[in-house]
């Protein structure tokens, strides 16, 4: 297993954690700094403890209760055996309560208890005690846990105790180092030589001196230079190790208490989660959907409400699907655990797993969208990819659906493959998406078609971006088109030069919008260098000025007019005789005056400046005062 484990200690703050943990480690927590500046060495605030078997684990201890709340969030992902300190003389407590509700809620699945100070009670009392304690443990993530009586002040029990631990590690399960790297910064300074430092316990996949990473939830990017654990520099820290990144890129300002360093790309950004949310026994009170609280996860803490989707009040242990809008960002991921606590006077209320990190805005459950959930309370990840799929009812790649669910993409993809689902081809990268979406998108665009073509009759077609807004923004604009594609297949829509149409809905305007085409080449080529404006010629056209204007588009960009200063439309034939005589005159006089090229042209000085500081713009003259030399491009 290595030394990537980590101990967390719980319990009653006059309980003797520190005591013990001494004890144990010979090294006294309350004596650790919380920041020691020695060159680049950091020391992580936790006392390192070696067991029987040669395994070391980080024994993380903190005092005070609210800041355990914290921490315990913190480290839920990072913690793999918790030591829950209970002292003999005391016995069960309300605080000891909260902190179990807590490793509960956090599903830490291993644990052990300390009795402390039992040199202070007779075996008797101790009896009662441990009776006491293996009824509270009693259907907890930790339920059977073993129970060691020691003794800091005397010693009685510590060897015991060590070798506990040391089994109960054994059992503990591996990281998640075959994940993406994600580690919640707890702290960040700057060392002088060095620069910006962050530490935290390092939640999965690994982080190596030169990995770039990305910040959430501000999005912001930079690369790590070293790794330390343990005060000491590694080659590579693996999930569960306590480390120190010092991060290139990013300044101490740039990163809060709170923040997420993960790998690019990995995780996403949101107000809101769906998630079974428990409700603890200790409760008086039933609790009622959309209450305000506050939301821990990770090192960060957001104000939120929890609305529950599928009845109006949860009582005291009772747990529900329910849907929590964040006041401020998270970036977590399928799988993790929240804990909530009220929001005055603050205590822990409940908590859970999060099951879907960027679920739809809604208050009650669909079926399919019930069933996701259950699929990834489930942990089926078969089902889990196919729903989310359904859930989310736009394409998304196997590697965008493995990030959604926290997961390696190899997780997913045979899934995938197998389900049956509709597959779109975007740039070479297949997006999968349920046949009943895929149908409804295509629905969609035949509809908002028709509808724009019946409010709009002189147009003939709408941006391909304004049509997906109309659809679903979602929608990524490769992705719509690679959609569009299909649907212009099937003969429900067209596209032209950017723009959609309906082929049906269109004619009226499309047969406009030729008619225009095909008399506005001729009438600018008949006024040669004294063309009328955008709406004299529609009015000579017998058109509406905007068909005019796609069509004179259109002419411009076949090259039958050259268009100047944005409403000057010139027919491309006389451009070019006016090019050629200007030429000629300048090949014998050797330069131009605006004059000259307006007597020799047969235009008018309204005309001939714009004309000028076109051909100066091609190169064809040279500008030189107020006068004209030939460009180089003049041949």
């Not at 994940?179 to 707890?186: C, E, S, T, Y």
């Not at 009582?315 to 929240?338: K, T």
């Not at 590697?399 to 597959?423: C, F």
């Not at 076949?558 to 100047?564: C, D, E, H, K, P």
């Amino acid at each position: 297993m290595g030394d990537s484990l980590v101990l967390g200690t719980a319990g009653h703050i006059d309980h003797g954690k520190s005591s013990l943990v001494k004890a144990l480690t010979g090294t006294d927590p309350d004596r650790l700094p919380e920041e020691k500046e020695r060159g680049v060495t950091i020391e992580l605030g936790f006392a390192r403890l070696e067991l029987p078997s040669g395994r070391s684990m980080g024994v993380v201890d903190v005092p005070g209760h609210e800041r355990f709340v914290r921490q315990m969030v913190a480290g839920a992902t990072g913690i793999d055996v918790v030591m829950l300190v209970v002292a003999a003389d005391d016995g069960v407590m309300p605080q000891t309560r909260e902190h179990l509700a807590i490793i509960d809620l956090l599903g830490i699945p291993k644990g052990v208890v300390a009795l402390t100070k039992s040199d202070l009670v007779d075996d008797d009392w101790l009896g009662l005690v441990k009776d006491d304690v293996n009824t509270l443990l009693a259907g907890t993530s930790i339920d059977g846990a073993p129970i060691v009586a020691v003794s800091s002040k005397t010693g009685a029990g510590v060897d015991e105790l060590r070798t506990t631990i040391d089994e109960v590690a054994d059992a503990a399960e591996a990281r998640h180092a075959d994940m993406l790297m994600r580690l919640p910064v707890d702290r960040v300074f700057t060392i002088a030589g060095a620069g910006t430092v962050v530490t935290g316990t390092l939640w999965s996949g690994t982080a190596a001196p030169g990995d770039p990473i990305e910040l959430y939830p501000s999005g912001k990017t930079g690369r790590v230079r070293s790794v330390q654990v343990h005060s000491a520099a590694v080659d590579k820290a693996v999930a569960g190790n306590r480390v120190a990144l010092n991060l290139v890129g990013l300044e101490k300002d740039d990163i809060a208490r709170g923040d997420i360093v993960a790998a690019p790309d990995t995780l996403t950004v949101t107000d809101r989660f769906d998630a079974l949310f428990t409700y603890l026994s200790g409760n008086e009170l039933p609790f009622e959907s959309g209450t305000r609280v506050h939301v821990h996860h990770g090192t960060r803490e957001v104000l939120g409400r929890v609305l529950l989707m599928e009845v109006e009040r949860l009582a005291p242990s009772e747990s529900g699907f329910a849907q929590v809008r964040l006041e401020e960002p998270l970036s977590p991921r399928y799988g993790d655990r929240f804990i909530v606590r009220s929001y005055s006077p603050v205590f822990t209320i409940g908590g859970g797993a999060i099951l879907d990190a960027m679920p739809p805005r809604r208050s009650t459950l669909r079926p399919h969208e019930r069933e996701l959930l259950e699929a990834l309370l489930a942990h089926d990840l078969s089902a889990a990819a196919v729903g989310l799929l359904e859930s989310r009812g736009i394409p998304m790649t196997s590697a965008q659906v493995a990030s959604t669910l926290g997961v390696p993409r190899s997780q997913v993809a045979d899934q995938l493959n197998q389900a049956r689902l509709e597959r779109v081809k975007v740039a070479g990268e297949i997006y999968f998406v349920s046949a009943e979406a895929f149908e409804h998108v295509l629905t969609m665009i035949e509809r908002e078609l028709l509808a724009f073509h019946d409010t709009h009759p002189t147009a003939t077609g709408i941006a391909s971006l304004a049509l997906r807004d109309r659809i679903d923004r979602r929608l990524a604009p490769k992705v719509f088109d690679a959609l569009l594609a299909v649907a212009v297949e099937r003969g429900t829509a067209s596209t032209d030069g950017g723009q959609v149409r309906h082929p049906k809905a269109a004619v009226a305007a499309m047969a406009e919008e030729d008619k225009a085409f095909e008399a506005l080449g001729p009438l600018l080529e008949s006024q040669g260098l004294a063309p009328q404006t955008v709406p004299e010629l529609a009015a000579a056209a017998g058109v509406d000025v905007g068909v005019a204007r796609k069509a004179l588009g259109k002419l411009v960009a076949s090259g039958a007019l050259v268009r100047l200063g944005g409403d000057l439309h010139f027919s491309a034939k006389a451009v070019a005789d006016a090019r050629e005589k200007i030429v000629a005159y300048l090949r014998e006089h050797g330069d131009i005056a605006p004059k000259d090229a307006r007597d020799i042209t047969g235009s008018s000085r309204k005309y001939i400046v714009p004309l000028l500081e076109y051909f100066d713009s091609q190169g064809v003259t040279k500008r030189e005062g107020d006068s004209r030399k030939l460009g180089k491009a003049s041949s």
